[in-house]
């Protein structure tokens, strides 16, 4: 079938979350540190107990990815008080950070030409608030090539639901058969896009991942680099990813 649109995960497809979300979390620790000398095992700590509280009290929301509700709950913790400049500070120092450090994988922007050139949408499906994505994608420079948006603040459910997608397929005017969808979480991006009929593609960058072990969650393609979309194109366009699986 001839696909119409692709829809991408954002974060560690697009570009190495894990690298600059680990060197902005130092920027933080260095501004809180000045302020109560605490040391970045402990910080990291704290951090971490912060961000499981308010996923536990936020799941399933944008919300609960919300970095400055990570960081008002851990001056809570050590200051016992809210403290609105330095939660800002830290904040704003995260952002800073992660958006300045954020390079795109080799071979995204080619792809996303190719595509343009072909006439093949781009969307971009991603649990988080739609603020943030936007200055991500700005900073990226992927402006003018992205055709819909759609986070999981503006669907009100996170990934693996499938309202996400369903938004995505609506905006786009296609069906989920004309639709690839590409993301390296089996959990939240082939599991979500699965449950829709999309054909699904696993990106996985390090060769140690474990593969999904449940069928819904099994992608119908892996690729361990974003400029391999293109084979996956030709192949769907020949024969149905369902003939393939197995
Ligand atoms: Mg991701």
Redesign the pocket.
């Known amino acids: 079938m001839e696909k119409k649109a692709i829809l991408f995960?954002?974060?560690?497809?697009l570009y190495n979350?894990d690298l600059v979300h680990e060197k902005a979390l130092k920027e933080v620790h260095r501004i809180l540190n000045r302020r109560l000398n605490i040391g970045l095992k402990e910080f990291l700590r704290l951090y971490g107990i912060s961000k499981t509280e308010i996923h536990r009290e936020l799941s399933g929301t944008a919300s609960s990815h919300n970095r400055i509700l990570y960081f008002q709950r851990m001056i809570e913790k050590t200051e016992k008080t809210v403290e609105p400049g330095i939660i800002l500070k830290m904040y704003n120092a995260y952002w800073d950070s992660l958006l300045k450090n954020m390079r795109l994988y080799k071979g995204v922007l080619s792809l996303f030409k190719e595509l343009k050139r072909r006439n093949i949408k781009i969307g971009i499906v991603?649990?988080l608030t739609t603020h943030i994505q936007l200055r991500k994608l700005h900073k990226l420079g992927l402006s003018e090539y992205i055709d819909i948006l759609v986070t999981s603040e503006e669907a009100g459910r996170e990934k693996p639901h499938p309202s996400m997608f369903l938004f995505a397929l609506n905006k786009l005017r296609v069906l989920p058969s004309e639709v690839l969808a590409v993301?390296?979480?089996p959990k939240?991006?082939i599991e979500g896009a699965n449950a829709v009929g999309i054909d699904t593609v696993l990106l996985v960058k390090n060769v140690q991942a474990k593969l999904p072990k449940e069928d819904y969650r099994k992608p119908d393609f892996i690729i361990k680099d974003i400029s391999e979309l293109s084979d996956v194109l030709e192949k769907t366009q020949k024969f149905p990813a369902s003939l393939q699986r197995g």
């Open positions: 995960d954002l974060d560690n497809t979350y991603s649990n993301g390296d979480d939240t991006d």
